[in-house]
C-alpha cells in the first residue's frame, strides 16, 4: 500500500518493516508510524507535517532534503541520522524518551526543540540554535555541543553531558545545582 501512492492524508501505518523501501518524495500529512522500522530508508525528499513516529526505528536512514514540520517521535531509536541533510526551511521536532544514537545536528534552528527524557549517545550538535530546547532528563554521553546557542536550554535532570562554556552560549540555561558542576570539567576544576 505505502508503495503504490505518493501522498498519505491521516494514516495509520502499524508493525510495518520498511527496512530499505524507497519513500523519497513521498508526502505524509497527519500520519501515525507506530512499531514500524524504517532501517536504510530512502526518504530523500520525503516530506512528513504533523506526524508522529511511536516506538519505531529509523537507522541509517537517508534523509537528504527531507521535510520535516511538527514531527514527534515517542519511544522510538534513531541512529546514524544526518539530521543536518533535512531541509532547514521549515523544522519542528519532538523527540520525548527517545534514543538518539550517533545522530549529527549541524547548522541547524532547533530553537525550542524537545529532547526530554532521551538518552543521547555519540551526537553532535555543531553551530546549532538549541535556544529555549528542552533537554530535561536526557541522558547524555559521549555527545558534543559545539559552538552552539544554548541560551534558556533546560538541562534540569540531565546527567552525563560536557559542555564547555567558552565554546557554547549558555545565557539563562537551566540546570539543576548538582549537575551544573559539571560544566567546569573543561577547566579541569573539581569541587568536593
Do not use: W, Y
Amino acid at each position: 500500500m505505502i508503495h503504490d501512492h505518493d501522498d498519505f492524508l491521516e494514516e495509520t501505518f502499524s508493525d510495518l518493516d520498511l527496512t530499505g523501501a524507497d519513500l523519497s518524495r513521498k508526502v505524509f500529512e497527519a500520519c501515525h508510524f507506530e512499531h514500524c522500522t524504517l532501517s536504510g530508508a530512502n526518504l530523500k525528499n520525503a516530506t512528513f507535517e504533523n506526524c508522529t513516529f511511536a516506538s519505531s526505528s529509523l537507522m541509517m536512514a537517508d534523509v537528504t532534503r527531507a521535510t520535516f514540520d511538527d514531527v514527534r517521535f515517542d519511544e522510538c531509536k534513531l541512529a546514524g541520522i544526518n539530521f543536518s541533510a533535512i531541509n532547514d526551511f521549515c523544522i519542528n521536532l519532538i523527540f520525548k524518551r527517545s534514543k538518539l544514537i550517533s545522530c549529527t545536528f549541524t547548522g541547524l534552528d532547533l530553537r525550542k526543540t524537545a529532547f526530554s527524557g532521551c538518552l543521547v549517545e555519540e551526537s553532535t550538535f555543531r553551530e546549532c540554535n538549541l535556544k529555549d530546547a528542552d533537554f530535561s532528563s536526557v541522558s547524555f554521553k559521549a555527545t558534543l555541543f559545539s559552538a552552539s546557542n544554548l541560551s534558556s536550554a533546560d538541562f534540569r535532570g540531565a546527567s552525563g553531558f560536557s559542555i564547555n562554556p567558552c565554546s557554547n552560549t549558555l545565557k539563562g540555561a537551566r540546570f539543576d545545582h548538582a549537575n551544573a558542576f559539571q560544566l567546569l570539567q573543561p577547566f579541569g576544576i573539581s569541587l568536593r
